[in-house]
């Protein structure tokens, strides 16, 4: 048996993290060891906690309970915590998912002991290194031994850094393996998506319709942080509630709460909190989302993963950033980038209501999570 050590931290990891669980649980658990580590990136207990109950995730083996801070406070207090668990535990390799702080953390903490790191959602760029995320993916990607693409633009651009595409066994850091596997959200959008349906009572909740309500999420701190750019989406966002009919529902990030009340214009705040059909909700359970993801009409967001779960279920989306990691979606035009740029926002909305995309299958076979653990018995032996 392979003892891992898997690394979480902010809300889409453990989320992400469910998969592999389901994986080892159902199909590995007499191969696969796993040891769950929360950094407590994310401490409010409505993002975080409430997420392994619902998702049926083993509870943490150890939580380093970091909460906020800056980039260097929490990543260094994480680096701390991350060493002495690998000290104590010996695993075989580290898990790590996607691009925050957590994930870096993990990458150099493991590689500096010579602990094999695993990367799922390797080779995503947005080809903007202003962005914390992007620093973060790369560098996990390039000190990793087994790396993890959800997609082939993903696994193409590994190849584009220099990794091979036949190295052979055995498999280390100047040897790793790349591999296009498919998206393990996607494995977990179809698992979730049933039990939604019998468990979610959000639609019945705020009164909303199928096919009839823009779903919203705002938290990246460059929209949030900066009041002409939270003033332009909210904006561009009650217009399009006003003149379409549009019920919209977003549910809110503590950062974006916080910069609402600092930052928004009094006039918009006020015109919000007054329309009843502009629904502003606590951060929602992931059942809850996923029954809104099936049931709106389009998404807008600055969330990665959001935008990859709205092509899961057919569902336009705005972008609310400058550029994507998640290149495919706009190949396809089944996304739109319109940055905080209100004109674009509302302009990308009316083009969706007049033109429906298309949506191929471009994650997988939903067996993702599968494909891994299978790897992983295969080459950390």
Known sequence: MIKIVTIIGARPQIIKAAALSRAIKNKFNLAIEEIIVHTGQHYDANMSA?????????????????????????????????????????????????????????????????????????????????????????????????????????????????????????YNIDNPKIYHCGDVMYDNSLHFASIAEHKSKVLEKYNLKKDNFVLTTIHRDNNTDIPERLNALFSALFEIHEKNKAAVILPLHPRTKKCMDEFLDKSILEKISSSKQFIICEPLPFLDMIMLEKNCSLVMTDSGGLQKEAFYFDKPCIILRAETEWVELLAYSAAVLADANKTKIIDAYNNFVNHKPTYPKLFGDGHAAEFICAELVKHLV
């Open 50 to 170: 409430v997420f392994f109950d619902e998702l049926q995730i083993p509870q943490p083996n150890y939580n380093l309970n970091v909460g906020s801070g800056s980039h260097a406070k929490q990543t260094a207090t994480m680096l701390t915590g991350i060493e002495e668990i690998l000290l104590k535990e010996k695993p075989k390799a580290i898990v790590l998912y996607g691009d925050t702080n957590s994930t870096l953390a993990g990458a150099l903490a493991a590689s500096k002991m010579q602990v094999s790191v695993v990367h799922i959602e390797a080779g995503l760029r947005s080809f903007n290194k202003t962005m914390p995320e992007e620093i973060n993916r790369i560098m996990c990607d390039h000190v990793s031994t087994l790396l993890f693409s959800p997609t082939k633009a993903g696994y193409d651009n590994l190849v584009k850094e220099g990794f091979k595409t036949d190295t052979k066994v055995p």
